[in-house]
């Protein structure tokens, strides 16, 4: 397992190639890149800021990864989220799940970026010709985690 | 008993503070009662922290919620739903 918050950028093949490199049991790598839009709620945006609850966000991280692994058979997780200023089209966060087949990988990195977005501590706030404002929580990110407490 | 409350986000902002140490009656205590305490101070204090107003906490960096039990010397966290990712 990788955890990883920080304000620099990360490279998202080296981190597939990492997380199968050396592993001759790995059949899969699903992986999810979340990038800055140019445009939020009809308006453009121009800058967008990541705050965070140091103390908390790595613990929540690995708490989110280890639920994953108790689901799914899993070989190996990285997780990266990049905080502080960034602009449109820079990479925001990368999930990345080895597994042995595709099935395990797949759903476990969704699963993970569920839970990400409606549990770890992280606030986005939009710069935007208007002015800066917070970005408000979506009811469907809510949605998109509850499903999850089913589905088995 | 004292713990220590911090703010993120937008509350931080409206707060004008990271945080603050907090003293309550008791050995023991609800993390209600932190939130009743705070919106006593008025304006911005009672609409933020309003029982409608979604808002979430932590306690010793662990997701909770108002009946969750807070001691002397806890971490008491209040935040916006959040929206990393």
């Known amino acids: 397992m990788k955890i990883l918050v920080q304000e620099s950028d990360f490279d998202p093949g080296a981190e597939i190639a990492a997380l199968h490199a050396g592993r001759p049991k790995v059949g899969a790598v699903a992986s999810f890149v979340g990038l800055v839009r140019d445009h939020s709620e009809g308006e453009r945006v121009t800058t967008l800021t990541l705050e965070h609850y140091p103390a908390m966000t790595e613990k929540s991280l690995r708490e989110i990864v280890e639920q994953a692994m108790g689901r799914w058979d899993l070989l190996d997780v990285t997780v990266i989220h990049r905080i502080g200023r960034l602009m449109p089209q820079d990479r925001i966060v990368f999930v990345g799940v080895a597994s042995m087949h595709r099935g395990d990988a797949f759903a476990a990195c969704e699963f993970v970026m569920d839970y990400l977005k409606t549990r770890a501590p992280f606030w986005k706030k939009e710069g935007t010709p208007e002015g800066d404002r917070w970005v408000e929580a979506r009811s469907s990110d809510d949605v998109a985690a509850d499903r999850w407490e089913d589905k088995r | ?85």
């Open chain 2, 1 to 85: 008993m004292k713990v220590k409350v911090l703010y993120f986000a937008k509350l931080r902002e409206l707060f004008g503070m990271e945080g603050e140490v907090i003293e309550l009656p008791g050995e023991r205590a609800y993390a209600a009662a932190i939130v009743d305490l705070l919106r006593k101070r008025g304006e911005p204090w009672s609409t933020q922290l309003g029982l409608d107003s979604g808002n979430r906490m932590a306690v010793n960096q662990t997701l909770a919620g108002l009946v969750t039990p807070v001691q002397d010397g806890d971490e008491v966290a209040i935040f916006p739903p959040v929206t990393g990712g």
